[in-house]
Structure formats: C-alpha cells, structure tokens
C-alpha cells in the first residue's frame, strides 16, 4: 500500500511557454522536510515521496519572479497538481 503522496504539475511563463530548469521546493508544515526538483525541457515536474502533510511549495528561476503556493495538501496514494505560471521580473 502506498503510504507516500506526490505533487505534480507544469510551469509556463505568463505566455503559456514551458518553463525548464525551475527549482520547485516543497516544505511540509508537520514533518519539517524540504524535498526540491527540476522542471524538465517541456515544464513539467515531479516531487515524489511525500509524507501526507501540507506544504508550501516555491517555484524559482532566475529572471523571474519567486512563486509561493501555500496550503497544498498532500494525501496518501494521491497525485496532487499544482500547474504554476511565473512573471518576469521588473526592474525597478
């Protein structure tokens, strides 16, 4: 029996292009892990082995502005998805 979960997804600029190469950080608020992955060449990404909590989940890329997705509940034996969209940066 699957006593994991995952959280899955895709990440696209506000143009709707792929993403690659953003570091997506997961941090669980009960357990106090941190679990990190890539996007691939076509944006999607994969954080498995999730213990079922709620975590925050950050999206960064250089040039672009950090993405903070609280409150995204893991379960056990469940995909959670979570597609995000980032923005540019703007220089001030």
Known sequence: METTGVIRGNVTDSSGEA????????????????MDTVSNESGEYRINN?????YLLTAALEGFKTVEIKNVVVRQGKDTVKNITMHLQTVE
């Open 19 to 34: 993403l690659p190469g953003v570091l997506l950080s997961s941090f669980g608020e009960e357990f106090m892990l941190e």
């Open 50 to 54: 999730l213990m079922p909590d709620t």
